[in-house]
């Protein structure tokens, strides 16, 4: 496995995931306006469970096809089975998910505005490049599970 620069482990999507949760924290903190009760608590469950189970089940497809989970690495195979019939990226899908969770269950609506620029980020700094490398790769077959796929739902 090559080796890569400290810069690079640290600009990670969990990383990037952390800091939206501590912005969403923040926001929290100010006592902005917001809403609550059962409806958030519950929605903002669902949504936390299905992006961690998303997570989960994508790690798993990943180790199945025997390739790396970690971004900047290049990928030994192009996994398209599983939960990535579904979805290119439902890992970073699943970031999303948790992300709003948590805000919802925080009862925090201005927090909100940071689900768009957490997704924005994660496609420009991790998806795009992610998809350039696999479409150098495996060219035809990365274009046809393109054309079959779609990038996040």
Known sequence: MPKMPLWKWIDIP???LLAHLLGAWQIRQLSLPGFGGPWA????????????ILMGLALIELRKG??????HQQADHLVQTGIYRRSRN???LG?????????????VAPALLLVPLFVTIIT????????????????KEFFRYTQRTRRWI
């Open 41 to 52: 608590d519950f929605a903002g469950g669902l949504l936390v469970g299905g992006g961690l």
């Open 124 to 139: 420009r700094r991790f998806i795009l490049p992610e998809e350039d490398a696999l479409r150098r790769k495996f060219r």
């Open 66 to 71: 025997q390739t790396t989970p970690i971004p």
């Open 95 to 107: 970031d999303a998910l948790l992300l709003t969770g948590v805000i919802l269950y925080w009862g």
């Open 90 to 92: 439902p890992i970073y």
């Open 14 to 16: 969990p990383v990037w």
